[in-house]
């Protein structure tokens, strides 16, 4: 059975610590060899099969325009406040030599000339978007093979040229553009250390010993070394999103310290009762290390479920982040008991400097032992849990509306793209786009291209760019660019709107549904919408539609994985209901913030923006799985304390009182890691940060602390009922708990509620 191979597992580990670490160390070192060796660079394809703005990349492809690899701008204007490139003879032959410079530079394939435009006439430069139409802001566009060519140095290349310049000419010089978001360093570096030092002060804290909060670091980190060095591996093989590894990181650390400190937590309650550190480890590993098995296993079964949305880039980026939790799960149970084992009875016992934080912060509460459980129990738990469970009604009906209260903002969500103008004033980017939406509109920033393939109508193309160009919502359009051996044509459209505001995405939306087809009518020809913008809009409108079959299909898994587990109906059908609370409560706060504005000035949000297209599903599957998490937990330390005395009161207050301290330091070193990537620069971070923090600290005090005690207790016995005949179809063994898992660790049988 599972708790007896965890038991043996664990045991081992613990009685050969030195050979298990030695183990991992070189897991570690061939997994870090292997990146170096046959890793590549995160990339991002913001597209999916059977999307339009694909079929236009196709053709954009078959063309052979360059127009689908990566591009930069670098947007200039003159210091002198007074000068234009129209009349200053020096910006104008700045503006040439800057030019020539870039085009020098590895691999670009071509640039925009705004010089040359402005002596072919100054309305030439201005009806090309290469100068704006008071002469201040010139753009030099520059072409760039696709990435699987380029690399980070090309970008360096381009910095630091950028750099040299301003010193040498009178212009003020700014970049921009796709090059940048592939190839700038991902947050996380910083975000990573500040949630470790945070962990490790609210683990101290929680343990008052220096050694119990090194260990679950240590864990950590090591599971994270050999998770993301596999993660590099992977993006050698296949298209890994930018992403990917900091939202890794980002939950493999949350994930791996929360696991760590359960097993810990119940190791040292065993030290407490006098057992043999080795013997400790093994039953911490049987008993904790189970429901840390199978929360695990449900946060990486759902967060394999965004394979429905049929969205490439989402899926792999599940699967690297899957990769980084089953690496923790796999760390909780063979590393981390042989840490337990190397260190021995020391864990049992708190520090000269933990002793005396526990006696200021905790005073007498910190140093009361639970005769039965042999391990430090806070009373005023207890007396929280009994109160709520004395009145569980107004307190299942005031916590139920507060989140349905928080959640009601969601109706308001609006999915986007938050472009170049959502970073902070501080990155060039920021200043670049800042530039090209005064000189030229804020349409610039987010070009629209439709790919053309005539196939014999041969007015087609002259019908499309008068029709386009007829159309509300587009500003300008560029001069059409014909490929003679494919006769496949390219628009460049600017929108009158920026690449984020609803209505691009409404124009993009006429242009498909309207003015295409009237310009194309019922001949041959057929055209497309593509860019970045239109691909977003496509992946965020096909993430929409599959959102429910995900949310289905994760209901459902969570469902039966539960019922699998607890051998009831109404326990998991409870607990998937309170984590969609949970998470809907999040999603509303994350719409408060980067829609409303509402603090967003807190985590060095600059401007309010949409929510990006595929978070809301992302963030589904992961929230739900890392709320299981503490479900799991909590509902088994509440089973074992009903194998115990078979009341169904006692064991709520004394399962939820018992794990309280746990869960609620767990969700603290959560919170923490979370946060710090909130403050990052990049808005999809601070997104994922947010929304991935706020629904942990939900459904840790709220969730847990209030409703689940509230509605189990008004649930009484039925919260274990199971029909009978149910009863006898589900397997007993590995996945189901059965008599046998608690007799492995010298717990009584479950009494169970089964119809008759």
């Given at each position: 059975?599972?708790?007896?191979?965890?038991?043996?597992?664990?045991?081992?580990?613990?009685?050969?610590?030195?050979?298990?670490?030695?183990?991992?160390?070189i897991?570690?070192?061939?997994?870090?060899?292997?990146?170096?060796?046959?890793?590549?660079?995160?990339?991002?394809?913001?597209?999916?099969?059977?999307?339009?703005?694909?079929?236009?990349?196709?053709l954009?492809?078959?063309?052979?325009?360059?127009?689908?690899?990566?591009?930069?701008?670098?947007?200039?204007?003159?210091?002198?406040?007074?000068?234009?490139?129209?009349?200053?003879?020096?910006?104008?032959?700045?503006?040439?030599?800057?030019?020539?410079?870039?085009?020098?530079?590895?691999?670009?394939?071509?640039?925009?000339?705004?010089?040359?435009?402005?002596?072919a006439?100054?309305?030439?430069?201005?009806?090309?978007?290469?100068?704006?139409?008071?002469?201040?802001?010139?753009?030099?566009?520059?072409?760039?093979?696709?990435?699987s060519?380029?690399?980070?140095?090309d970008?360096?290349?381009?910095?630091?040229?950028?750099?040299?310049?301003?010193?040498?000419?009178p212009?003020?010089?700014?970049?921009?553009?796709?090059?940048?978001?592939?190839?700038?360093?991902?947050?996380?570096?910083?975000?990573?250390?500040?949630?470790l030092?945070?962990?490790?002060?609210?683990?101290?804290?929680?343990?008052?010993?220096?050694?119990?909060?090194?260990?679950?670091?240590?864990?950590?980190?090591?599971?994270?070394?050999?998770?993301?060095?596999?993660?590099?591996?992977?993006?050698?093989?296949?298209?890994?999103?930018?992403?990917?590894?900091v939202?890794?990181?980002?939950?493999?650390?949350?994930?791996?310290?929360?696991?760590?400190?359960?097993?810990?937590?119940r190791h040292?309650?065993?030290?407490?009762l006098?057992?043999?550190?080795?013997?400790?480890a093994?039953r911490?590993?049987?008993?904790?290390?189970?429901?840390?098995?199978?929360?695990?296993?449900?946060?990486?079964?759902?967060?394999?479920?965004?394979?429905?949305?049929?969205?490439?880039?989402?899926?792999?980026g599940g699967?690297?982040?899957?990769i980084?939790?089953?690496?923790?799960?796999l760390?909780?149970?063979?590393?981390?008991?042989?840490?337990?084992?190397?260190?021995?009875?020391?864990?049992?016992?708190a520090?000269?400097?933990?002793?005396?934080?526990?006696?200021?912060?905790r005073?007498?509460?910190?140093?009361?032992?639970?005769?039965?459980?042999?391990?430090?129990?806070?009373?005023?738990?207890?007396?929280?849990?009994g109160?709520?469970?004395?009145?569980?009604v107004?307190?299942?009906?005031?916590?139920?509306?507060?989140?349905?209260?928080?959640?009601?903002?969601?109706?308001?969500?609006?999915?986007?793209?938050?472009?170049?103008?959502?970073?902070?004033?501080?990155?060039?980017?920021?200043?670049?786009?800042?530039?090209?939406?005064?000189?030229?509109?804020?349409?610039?920033n987010?070009?629209?291209?439709?790919?053309?393939?005539?196939?014999?109508d041969?007015?087609?193309?002259?019908?499309?760019?008068?029709?386009?160009?007829?159309?509300?919502?587009?500003?300008?359009?560029?001069?059409?660019?014909i490929?003679?051996?494919?006769?496949?044509?390219?628009?460049?459209?600017?929108?009158?709107?920026?690449?984020?505001?609803?209505?691009?995405?409404?124009?993009?939306?006429?242009?498909?549904?309207?003015v295409?087809?009237t310009?194309?009518?019922?001949?041959?020809?057929?055209?497309?919408?593509?860019?970045?913008?239109?691909?977003?809009?496509?992946?965020?409108?096909?993430?929409?539609q599959?959102?429910?079959?995900?949310?289905?299909?994760?209901?459902?898994?969570?469902?039966?994985?539960l019922?699998?587990?607890?051998?009831?109906?109404?326990?998991?059908l409870?607990?998937?209901?309170?984590?969609?609370?949970?998470?809907?409560?999040?999603?509303?706060?994350?719409?408060?913030?980067?829609?409303?504005?509402?603090?967003?000035?807190?985590?060095?949000?600059?401007?309010?923006?949409?929510?990006?297209?595929?978070?809301?599903?992302?963030?589904?599957a992961?929230?739900f799985?890392?709320?299981?998490?503490?479900?799991?937990?909590?509902?088994?330390?509440?089973?074992?304390?009903y194998?115990?005395?078979?009341?169904?009161?006692?064991?709520?207050?004394?399962?939820?009182?018992?794990?309280?301290?746990?869960?609620?330091?767990?969700?603290?070193?959560m919170?923490?890691?979370?946060?710090?990537?909130a403050?990052?620069?990049d808005?999809?971070?601070?997104?994922?940060?947010?929304?991935?923090?706020?629904?942990?600290?939900?459904?840790?005090?709220?969730?847990?602390?209030?409703?689940?005690?509230?509605?189990?207790?008004?649930?009484?016995?039925?919260?274990?009922?199971?029909?009978?005949?149910?009863?006898?179809?589900?397997?007993?063994?590995?996945?189901?708990?059965?008599d046998?898992?608690?007799?492995?660790t010298g717990?009584?049988?479950?009494?169970?509620?089964?119809?008759?």
């Amino acid at each position: 059975m599972l708790s007896k191979a965890l038991l043996r597992l664990g045991a081992s580990a613990a009685r050969h610590p030195w050979r298990v670490i030695a183990a991992w160390l070189i897991a570690a070192t061939l997994a870090v060899l292997a990146a170096v060796a046959f890793g590549g660079r995160t990339a991002d394809s913001m597209t999916a099969p059977g999307l339009d703005s694909r079929r236009a990349a196709e053709l954009i492809e078959r063309a052979g325009t360059g127009q689908e690899g990566m591009t930069a701008q670098v947007v200039v204007t003159p210091l002198d406040d007074g000068a234009t490139f129209f009349g200053d003879d020096g910006a104008r032959t700045a503006l040439t030599r800057l030019r020539a410079e870039v085009k020098r530079l590895p691999h670009v394939l071509g640039t925009s000339d705004p010089a040359g435009a402005l002596d072919a006439g100054r309305d030439t430069a201005v009806r090309g978007g290469l100068v704006s139409a008071d002469g201040r802001i010139a753009v030099v566009r520059v072409q760039y093979p696709d990435q699987s060519r380029l690399s980070a140095e090309d970008l360096d290349a381009l910095v630091d040229l950028g750099d040299r310049l301003r010193a040498e000419l009178p212009l003020r010089i700014e970049m921009g553009g796709s090059l940048f978001y592939a190839f700038s360093d991902p947050d996380g570096g910083a975000s990573e250390l500040i949630g470790l030092l945070a962990a490790a002060a609210i683990l101290f804290l929680a343990f008052g010993s220096l050694v119990a909060a090194a260990l679950p670091i240590g864990m950590a980190v090591f599971g994270l070394t050999v998770g993301v060095a596999t993660m590099t591996v992977l993006a050698g093989m296949t298209e890994v999103p930018t992403f990917a590894p900091v939202l890794g990181s980002m939950v493999g650390l949350g994930v791996g310290i929360d696991y760590a400190l359960f097993v810990l937590a119940r190791h040292r309650e065993y030290l407490a009762l006098g057992l043999d550190p080795h013997e400790a480890a093994g039953r911490a590993v049987a008993t904790a290390g189970r429901p840390v098995v199978f929360a695990g296993g449900t946060v990486v079964v759902s967060i394999l479920g965004l394979a429905v949305a049929n969205v490439p880039f989402m899926t792999v980026g599940g699967l690297a982040v899957s990769i980084v939790v089953l690496i923790m799960v796999l760390a909780s149970v063979t590393l981390l008991p042989a840490f337990l084992g190397a260190a021995g009875p020391r864990l049992g016992r708190a520090g000269r400097i933990g002793r005396a934080l526990q006696i200021r912060t905790r005073g007498r509460l910190a140093r009361r032992r639970d005769p039965a459980a042999g391990a430090a129990h806070a009373a005023g738990w207890r007396r929280w849990i009994g109160h709520v469970s004395r009145h569980p009604v107004p307190y299942a009906v005031g916590a139920a509306g507060l989140l349905l209260t928080a959640t009601l903002p969601v109706l308001g969500l609006r999915v986007g793209l938050p472009d170049d103008g959502s970073l902070p004033q501080s990155r060039t980017e920021r200043r670049a786009y800042d530039l090209v939406a005064e000189g030229f509109g804020p349409g610039t920033n987010g070009p629209l291209v439709i790919a053309v393939d005539p196939t014999g109508d041969g007015g087609v193309v002259d019908r499309l760019v008068s029709t386009v160009a007829a159309d509300p919502g587009i500003a300008s359009v560029a001069p059409t660019h014909i490929d003679r051996a494919t006769g496949i044509a390219t628009l460049v459209v600017f929108p009158t709107t920026s690449p984020q505001d609803k209505a691009t995405a409404d124009t993009i939306a006429r242009l498909r549904t309207d003015v295409l087809p009237t310009a194309i009518g019922h001949g041959p020809a057929r055209a497309h919408v593509g860019g970045a913008a239109a691909s977003l809009s496509d992946v965020g409108r096909r993430t929409s539609q599959r959102l429910p079959v995900l949310v289905a299909a994760v209901l459902a898994m969570s469902f039966l994985l539960l019922m699998l587990v607890f051998r009831s109906i109404l326990v998991p059908l409870k607990a998937v209901l309170l984590n969609l609370l949970s998470i809907g409560a999040a999603y509303g706060v994350m719409v408060a913030v980067f829609q409303w504005g509402w603090g967003g000035a807190f985590i060095g949000l600059e401007a309010t923006v949409p929510i990006v297209s595929f978070i809301p599903m992302f963030l589904f599957a992961i929230l739900f799985g890392l709320s299981m998490d503490y479900e799991v937990f909590l509902l088994s330390r509440v089973r074992e304390e009903y194998l115990r005395t078979g009341d169904n009161g006692t064991a709520i207050v004394e399962g939820v009182s018992r794990t309280a301290r746990i869960i609620t330091s767990a969700a603290l070193i959560m919170v923490a890691v979370f946060l710090s990537f909130a403050v990052a620069e990049d808005p999809s971070t601070k997104m994922f940060g947010l929304g991935l923090a706020t629904a942990i600290f939900i459904d840790a005090t709220v969730v847990r602390m209030v409703l689940v005690p509230a509605t189990m207790t008004l649930l009484g016995r039925t919260n274990w009922w199971l029909p009978k005949w149910l009863d006898g179809m589900l397997p007993r063994g590995p996945v189901g708990t059965d008599d046998t898992d608690a007799e492995s660790t010298g717990e009584a049988p479950l009494p169970r509620l089964v119809d008759r």
